[in-house]
């Protein structure tokens, strides 16, 4: 079985700033270590990783390799920040004293990328023509070794700033990259964006949040994908056990681990309807791995909507279970460390439900830009990525293709504005929503969309402070239509 760690790296980790990580050989071996006192200024360090979670600064004795770095170039003995290719041998950066061919010396270039198979190089900028300060720029080789003219990186850009782009080694049109704006947890946050090539340029298809724990409240940058396709790097200013006042980067590992002689429970349960509180016999029901999304184990309930799973004990376990005709319900154990290879009940059944209330956390009054997380029924909000959750709703809704005729859904909005402006607002998000699980697979066919606006407001509880009953307000009902 594997399971995912996530933990700082060794060897990058000290009380400097430790920006980035990035693998420049195919053997997962060899890398640069970005490290300074602040970022534009930042020196590379080679360095050979001496496993998914620690690096070491010893000279790469035999080996060289070709990489584009961020340099600091002078012209007329003014500073100019540039991008120039460099070889690495023998622990030394020897980076070429010519920038690239599209050099503009009134402006910082850095942080360059280069697609795997070398005809995109992608790298932040403030040159003019950039949103705000610093956007995503991308130019194509030319046959001679010099590249186009740059463009921006529509689509992935915003009014704050884009930085630390990086290609994902194992599909050639996904880059990664680090933004203060889209949906962010706080801060920057890390995010991947689909590309095409359409003629001589890149379009932006989808940008979407990497989620936790890749992401964080805290400012996380330089996402970058081993060239073993599984070790996912991150560099945050994020405490995770460090003095609340500390505040320098440093770099993160998220990677599989194979569980050899891991500790592992039986974790058993029900599943019910929660309009009937009778069994859901042949459920569908998935243990996870809560922040990687990796599957320990599936099972499928009995007439008596009795499940088994086979989990691993301190370790948090996201288990949800789905039917045809209803939706999916999840929730989050730690099975104690004591329990091992014992068999743990879970008392409290899973409630499927005909209906399914999805609280994309959308601003008053907004409707094509939700915040990062979603918010639970009491209004309050979640670790959940809304690109998680509509992830999930779809491969529910998906795997029901056969039984399920129609997909109702209904916007809701809080008693802010008038009747006539909320109707069109629950409906524009209704369509947000729609378009979403569209690009998720769905047919759009089988979704159809209304909007009550505020007429179906909820009752404010007791003691509910007004922001948190217009959040709450604030929702997208979804109901399935079986064939």
């Known amino acids: 079985m594997l399971y995912y760690v996530f933990e700082r790296v060794q060897g990058a980790s000290g009380v400097l700033q430790e920006f980035g990580l990035v693998s420049v050989d195919k053997n997962d071996e060899h ?50 920040g540039t991008i120039v290719p460099c070889t690495i041998a023998d622990g030394e950066i020897m980076a070429d004293t010519v920038p690239v061919s599209f050099d503009d010396p009134l402006a910082w270039d850095g942080h360059p990328a280069v697609s795997a198979n070398g ?18 720029w991308y130019a194509r080789r030319n046959a001679d070794g010099t590249y186009s003219t740059p463009r921006p990186l529509y689509g992935a850009n915003t009014y704050c700033d884009e930085i630390s782009p990086s290609f994902l080694p194992q599909k050639e049109m996904t880059l990664m990259f680090s933004s203060a704006g889209h949906s962010s947890f706080g801060g920057y946050d890390a995010f991947a964006a689909e590309l095409q090539q359409v003629a001589d340029s890149l ?26 396709g599984v070790d996912m790097y991150i560099a945050s200013n994020r405490p ?33 309807n929660s309009q009937t509180q009778q069994p859901v016999a042949d459920a569908e029901v998935v243990a996870r791995e809560s922040a990687s999304r990796h599957i320990y184990s599936t099972a499928r309930t009995d007439t008596n909507g009795q499940y088994t799973l086979s989990v691993p004990v301190s370790t948090p376990v996201q288990v949800t279970a789905q039917s045809d005709t209803l939706f999916y319900d999840s929730y989050t154990v730690v099975v104690p460390e004591t329990a091992k290879n014992e068999t743990v009940e879970r008392t409290e059944p899973i409630a499927l439900s005909r209906s399914f209330v999805l609280r994309v956390n959308f ?51 809080d008693d802010v504005d008038t009747d006539e402006s909320n109707l069109v607002l629950g409906s524009q998000r209704v369509n947000f929503v729609i378009d979403k699980l569209v690009e998720r697979g769905v047919p759009r066919t089988i979704l159809e969309g209304r909007s ?17 009953w217009r959040k709450r307000c604030r929702r997208v009902e979804l109901m399935k239509v079986s064939s």
């Open 31 to 80: 890398c640069l270590l970005i490290r300074g006192t602040d970022l534009k200024s930042a020196r590379y360090v080679a360095s050979t990783k001496t496993g998914p979670s620690s690096v070491s600064s010893a000279p790469w004795e035999g080996h060289a390799a070709q990489a584009m770095i961020s340099s600091v170039t002078r012209q007329d003995n003014i500073p100019n």
């Open 240 to 272: 995770d056990g460090r003095d609340q006042q500390r505040r320098d980067f440093d770099v993160f590992v998220a990677f599989q681990q194979m569980s050899g002689d891991m500790p592992l429970a039986r974790l058993t349960g029900r599943v019910v």
């Open 203 to 228: 379009v932006v298809r989808s940008v979407a949040n990497l989620g936790s724990p890749i992401n964080s409240s805290y400012d996380d940058i330089f996402p970058a994908m081993s060239t073993n």
């Open 363 to 413: 601003p008053t009054s907004e409707w094509g830009n939700p915040y990062g997380t979603t918010l639970d029924s009491n209004g309050m909000e979640t670790d959940r990525a809304w690109q998680t959750e509509l992830d999930e709703l779809a491969e529910n809704v998906t795997s029901a293709a056969s039984t399920v005729r129609k997909i109702v859904l209904v916007g809701h909005t």
């Open 452 to 468: 009550e606006g505020e007429i179906k407001l909820l009752e404010r509880r007791k003691g509910e402070s007004i922001e948190t």
């Open 119 to 136: 005809a995109w190089l992608v790298f932040a900028s403030n040159r003019a023509g950039s949103f705000n300060s610093t956007d995503l």
